[in-house]
């Protein structure tokens, strides 16, 4: 695989969306090519801050009202 073959499938790698042989492929040149490496590194360090900034936002939200509010309606 080339690189830009390559890049466009960073992100689904990360999201876990491709199939095994393509996500085998995308790794295997990863490994090899610095660039889609840092490339494929940082898009994993975003999903990652992004989950932890929506969990902690998730655990401060009150949601104890809601239902009752809900049922009411």
Not at 25 to 37: D, I, K, T
Not at 48 to 65: I, N
């Amino acid at each position: 695989m080339k690189c830009d073959d390559v890049l466009p499938l960073l992100a689904p790698l990360a999201d876990g969306e491709l199939d095994d042989a393509a996500g085998t492929a995308v790794v295997e040149h990863a490994r090899g090519c610095v660039a889609c490496g840092r490339e494929l590194d940082e898009i994993r360090s975003l999903g990652t801050l992004l989950r932890t900034s929506v969990t902690d936002q998730l655990e401060q939200l009150d949601l104890s009202r809601l239902w009752p509010e809900v049922e009411r309606r």
